[in-house]
């Protein structure tokens, strides 16, 4: 494994410990926003855009030098076949997991992004905010995790690959009861990346389980 390999694998574990220790430092300090209201403010989703805007840069920047479209699995899917299957088998996975956690808490407002209640007064706002959540987050997020983060890790073996960017996926989140949730569908999206050899189901999974979550928070 070469010098370059191994550094950037080195800043993209620099970057997730980061991230996360922001993550949980936040949590433990009990500087949460009013989930009520941060899906109706513009200002919340232009937030959320700079972040991400932040993150690619950096995704970019540790794959520089690299081809990226394989740095980012940015290629078709084996079989679309495959991809319905094992999408179905996460989905499941998660509903589990969620069941089981469901006895200790309600895991769904830990994270605290999803609206208790539908306010028809800031339409624009909700949309501008489903639309960063349902797209905008998942295709950032699984270019850096499912693509270069899979990518650097993958020479180790692929179940390396799977299981510790599914637990980064998970850490990054700064959730306590919701760390199984999250780390299993982390780890099942890194799996279907794995056998598809292909980011874009992984993209489309990821934005369809965030945009129903949204969509359940305010229908309920």
């Known amino acids: ?21 922001l993550a949980y430092g936040e949590r433990f300090s009990g500087a949460t926003e009013d989930s009520s209201k941060i899906a109706y403010e513009y200002s919340s989703s232009i937030a959320a855009v700079i972040g991400y805007a932040l993150t690619l840069g950096i995704m970019l920047w540790i794959a520089r030098g690299t081809r990226l479209r394989a740095a ?19 989905l499941l996975a998660v509903i589990v997991v969620n069941a089981a956690v469901a006895q200790f808490g309600n895991a769904d407002k830990e994270q605290g992004l999803t609206p208790s209640s539908w306010n028809s007064h800031r339409v624009a706002q909700f949309a501008a905010f489903a639309f960063v959540v349902a797209v905008v987050g998942p295709l950032v997020e699984e270019l850096t995790f499912r693509g270069v983060g899979f990518s650097l890790l993958e020479r180790y073996g692929q179940t390396v690959a799977i299981v510790v960017v599914g637990l980064a996926f998970g850490l990054i989140h700064g959730l306590l009861l919701g760390f199984p949730i999250v780390a299993v569908f982390g780890i099942g999206l890194a799996y279907l990346r794995s056998r598809t050899g292909s980011i874009y189901p992984c993209v489309v999974l990821h934005a369809f389980f965030n945009g129903v979550a949204l969509a359940l928070s305010v229908a309920t």
């Open 1 to 21: 494994m070469g010098t370059l390999a191994v550094g950037r694998l080195v800043a993209w574990f620099a970057f997730v410990a980061a991230f996360a220790a």
């Open 72 to 90: 980012f699995a940015l290629r078709r899917p084996r079989s679309w076949r495959q991809v319905v299957r094992i999408s179905a088998l996460v």
